[in-house]
């Protein structure tokens, strides 16, 4: 992580942690980046306004495009295993599109850790589709979200489907945390506080464009990082 970047950040600020390192007994300390909470009504460039109404104008293209589609609704279920796979492999996580669609009708015995980490976000995906015009986006519907992802999975911990209470790092396993890429913020009553103004921000109703809105909820989440595996998908998913 850039520190000494980051310490010049105009949108955050760096907080120290500690702790100790459990493979070595050894005490560490380091920085966390925490964001500063979104702005209401964000004072937008003209680029930045021209650059998201030209997205919004492509969405309600495709929009106006299935709607010609005699049952559009055929077209989702392999979309959706498309986006799982490319979403996973994101994460490290590979499978073929075949392999995913076979998933399908498989038993979890049956499964692969590839396939069953993909089916998860599948699972999760169709659940939150299901749902997306009847239930707001909160911190509850969220953790049910982050458990159906990281199910029977390595990523699944004691906390999974809460916020987490341990620190993350964004970087490769097994490696001090001073060599991590980014590190988030810190667990207890700044990421409790974190995702409270995130998610009266995302419920809050102003002029943003949405497209705009939606990348600005997506940096914040995956800034906050709040729970212990599985935020990279989950914020694709949200967004």
């Given at each position: ?9 105009p ?91 076979t ?18 976000y599948?699972?999760?995906t ?88 939606m ?25």
């Amino acid at each position: 992580m850039d520190v000494d970047a980051l310490k010049e950040s105009p949108i955050g600020t760096l907080v120290p942690i500690s702790g100790t390192d459990p493979r070595t007994t050894q005490p560490w300390s380091y920085w966390a980046y925490l964001p500063d909470p979104l702005p209401v009504n964000p004072d937008l460039s003209a680029t930045a306004i021209m650059a998201t109404a030209r997205a919004g104008n492509a969405i309600a293209r495709l929009d106006e495009a299935v709607a010609q589609l005699p049952r559009p609704e055929i077209l989702v279920r392999p979309i959706i295993r498309r986006e799982a796979a490319s979403t996973s492999a994101l994460e490290g996580t590979y499978a073929s599109f075949e392999d995913v669609l076979t998933a399908d009708f498989l038993d979890d015995r049956e499964m692969s850790s590839e396939q069953r980490e993909i089916r998860n976000y599948v699972h999760a995906t169709e659940v939150a589709v299901a749902h997306i015009t009847e239930r707001r986006i909160s911190r509850t519907f969220l953790g049910e979200l982050q458990l159906m992802i990281v199910r029977g999975t390595r990523g699944e911990t004691t906390d999974s489907g809460d916020i987490r209470s341990h620190q993350v790092a964004i970087g490769a396993h097994n490696k001090p945390i001073d060599t991590a890429r980014f590190v988030p913020c810190p667990p207890g009553d700044q990421l409790e506080a974190g995702m409270a103004a995130w998610e009266d921000w995302v419920a809050h109703e102003d002029n943003t464009l949405i497209v705009a809105k939606m990348a600005m909820a997506h940096y914040q989440f995956e800034t906050l990082h709040p729970y212990g595996d599985g935020n990279g998908r989950l914020g694709r998913l949200i967004a």
